[in-house]
């Protein structure tokens, strides 16, 4: 079955400082990715997404995710994180086969520190 | 464009009740989504309707149902409540079905249950 990992339940990062977020996805076939940010109270926003062609993808508010297949990765980065960004971040993989066709990580909850 | 809606936000029931909630997509989307969202199991897919067709079910028991209109809004309902239904029920939308590639989900703000 598709699944995807997000070691880190929790980071802390001061406000400036670079940020990555971690994501691996089981799945047999070319997957397409998604990053998405949930703030409290609020439902999901798509960051970014990988379908295929290169393989540094650009999404809204700064952000940028790496797809490399031989990780079986999906690493969403930021160069310098703003105290907005505190929030929950899901890696997601949609796939084409199976009933469950958009299966989520448990999430990264990000802390900003000013 | 308007973005996706759910109704109501909150909802407060006790156990035994069943309760209905309301979701509506983005015009012109026609592939409606749902999903449970709680601290212990994250975000788990619940069903998805496209042209008033269920074509994917998670992993929930059947006391969890969904319907799609002719306009493409959307209802689950979830009978003989219990405390563990507790949590955040998320709406999606998309233009295609999802698992069909190159597609993006709109996510509405979810309806918060609390069972007591």
């Known amino acids: 079955a598709q699944s995807v990992t997000q070691p880190d339940i929790h980071i802390t990062v001061s406000e400036g400082a670079s940020l990555e977020l971690r994501c691996n996805y089981s799945y047999g076939a070319t997957p397409y990715l998604f990053w998405y940010v949930q703030s409290p109270g609020q439902g999901l926003q798509l960051l970014l997404k990988y379908f295929s062609g290169d393989t540094l993808v650009q999404g809204i508010k700064g952000f940028e995710a790496e797809f490399k297949r031989s990780q079986s990765s999906f690493n969403l980065r930021k160069p310098s994180v703003h105290w907005s960004d505190a929030a929950e971040y899901f890696c997601?993989?949609?796939?084409?086969?199976?009933?469950?066709?958009?299966?989520f990580g448990k999430g990264t909850k990000l802390t900003v520190n000013p | 464009k308007a973005g996706v809606t759910q109704t109501p936000r909150y909802l407060i029931k006790t156990r035994g009740q069943q309760v209905t909630l309301s979701c509506s997509p983005i015009s012109g989307h026609r592939s409606v989504s749902w999903y449970q969202q709680t601290p212990g199991q994250g975000l788990q897919f619940l069903f998805e309707y496209f042209s008033e067709t269920q074509r994917n079910k998670g992993n929930f028991p059947g006391r969890f149902s969904g319907r799609q209109f002719s306009n493409s809004r959307s209802e689950m309902n979830v009978s003989t409540l219990e405390l563990g239904d507790s949590a955040l029920y998320l709406c999606?939308?998309?233009?295609?079905?999802?698992?069909?590639?190159?597609?993006?989900?709109?996510f509405g703000p979810g309806t918060r249950l609390t069972v007591l």
């Open positions: 999606a939308s998309s233009f295609l079905p999802v698992g069909t590639g190159v597609n993006e989900q709109f």
């Open positions: 997601a993989v949609e796939t084409q086969g199976g009933s469950e066709k958009l299966v």
